[in-house]
């Protein structure tokens, strides 16, 4: 089956700086790659859909300058998380559509104090 | 619109006693629907899916859903859950996107 891999699992950084998460895809190539958040006892929430060789696509309210994202080649995209402030504490998951679904990397921790 | 309720926030239940999670969703075109659980500080698992075909789906974990196009309803069911079902259940149809569910909060209790 397809497997992704999402790197680092936690990270604890200080307000105002910024921070990279990796998605990768380890056995297949994609195209596009989707960006959720999740924030305690909620569901995912869709930030954006990264596309390989274009801009990526944000959904309403979501930041394009603050949550940087650069689908470099179609087994990596990664999510910057620029001048990082507490609130944007949260869970972070991507996910990559593949013949046998959505398949979604093991997520992010992200801290920011 | 397109859109998923999860009827239930949180599902107490027993172990070994049967539950049933509930999902509908909102669509004038056809849809792919999926569960997915999420076990605390790890991401999604799939469960199970429904694409075409047969309308009873049977996942992983004893799991099985019921796809009701009538109802535009998507249950998930297991007859007998263990301590080990404890954790997030969405439901989650696509559209061009995935979509998820507020998530159901399965509590089995010993």
């Known amino acids: 089956g397809a497997v992704v891999s999402q790197h680092p699992s936690r990270v604890i950084c200080k307000s105002g700086t910024s921070v990279k998460i990796e998605c990768r895809s380890l056995?297949?190539?994609?195209?596009?790659m989707f960006w959720y958040r999740q924030f305690p006892k909620q569901s995912l929430m869709l930030m954006a859909t990264s596309n390989e060789g274009s801009k990526a696509t944000y959904e309403q309210g979501v930041e394009k300058d603050k949550f940087l994202i650069n689908h470099a080649s179609l087994t990596l995209s990664t999510l910057t998380v620029t001048s990082a402030h507490p609130e944007d504490s949260s869970f972070y998951i991507c996910?990559?559509?593949?013949?046998?679904?959505?398949?979604f990397g093991s997520g992010t921790r992200l801290t920011v104090v | 619109a397109q859109s998923v309720t999860q009827l239930d926030s949180q599902v107490p239940v027993f172990e070994e006693a049967p539950v049933e999670l509930r999902c509908n969703y909102s669509s004038s075109v056809s849809v792919y629907l999926f569960w997915y659980v999420q076990y605390p500080n790890q991401g999604l698992q799939l469960l199970l899916k429904y694409l075409s075909g047969s309308t009873l789906v049977k996942g992983i974990n004893g799991f099985e859903a019921e796809f009701n196009k009538s109802q535009t309803s998507f249950h998930l069911r297991k007859p007998s859950v263990h301590i080990s079902d404890t954790a997030e259940y969405f439901c989650?149809?696509?559209?061009?996107?995935?979509?998820f569910g507020p998530g159901t909060s399965l509590s089995v209790i010993p």
């Open positions: 989650a149809p696509i559209y061009d996107k995935v979509i």
């Open positions: 056995d297949f190539q994609a195209t596009t």
């Open positions: 996910s990559v559509p593949t013949s046998y679904g959505y398949t």
